[in-house]
């Protein structure tokens, strides 16, 4: 082989086709095997809710549900999310024009400011409250301390956090 056909050969890149359910609606792609899943959702599926910050996995902003679980999306090829069902934040009101209660409550309690860890935050919110465990101030605010925030001091989105428990009927535990 030559030098040309080596750098050729290192340039080709694989694909796969792969099928997932993205917010309720089953997707079915060709992507290359190194595009990471938030590139994938945010450039293929056109869900710019996903927020790319580091790229390395420490700010958490790119966080979206996988089988209803955290995940960094940055972090993940989008070949691995195959056979998965992925959450956005754009899962969470089937009405454009309504505000989810979690939605609400970070709007309530003033849970955002500049909004690049919000789209993350709420989703993380959403699995906080589906588990069902009373949580306290303290513990709301180690639940999501793999989500960086700039602006809020995370007060406030703990705030809402407990509002969007009580609005779900969850349970909250005292301060």
């Known amino acids: 082989m030559t030098t040309t056909e080596h750098q050729a050969?290192?340039?080709?890149?694989?694909?796969?086709?792969i099928t997932l359910r993205v917010n309720g609606r089953d997707v079915s792609r060709t992507v290359e095997t190194r595009t990471t899943l938030a590139d994938f959702l945010r450039d293929d599926l056109d869900l710019v809710s996903v927020h790319l910050g580091c790229e390395h996995g420490v700010c958490g902003c790119c966080t979206i549900l996988l089988d209803?679980?955290?995940?960094?999306?940055?972090?993940?090829?989008?070949?691995?999310?195959?056979?998965?069902?992925?959450?956005?934040?754009?899962?969470?009101?089937?009405d454009?024009?309504?505000?989810h209660p979690i939605q609400e409550a970070f709007a309530e309690e003033q849970g955002l400011q500049?909004?690049?860890?919000?789209?993350a935050m709420v989703l993380r919110c959403k699995e906080i409250i589906e588990d069902g465990k009373a949580r306290t101030d303290d513990e709301v605010r180690h639940e999501i301390s793999g989500i960086l925030c700039r602006c809020t001091g995370y007060q406030n989105i703990v705030n809402a956090v407990q509002n969007a428990s009580r609005k779900?009927?969850?349970?909250?535990?005292?301060?």
């Not at 090829?77 to 956005?88: D, M, P, S, W």
């Not at 454009?96 to 505000?99: D, E, R």
């Not at 500049?114 to 789209?119: D, E, L």
């Open 114 to 119: 500049c909004g690049f860890c919000t789209p």
């Open 96 to 99: 454009q024009n309504a505000l």
């Open 168 to 175: 779900l009927g969850g349970k909250e535990a005292g301060a």
């Open 68 to 94: 209803g679980e955290s995940v960094r999306s940055c972090l993940m090829l989008a070949v691995q999310a195959r056979g998965h069902e992925i959450e956005t934040v754009e899962s969470l009101s089937a």
């Open 9 to 17: 050969a290192a340039v080709d890149t694989e694909t796969r086709t």
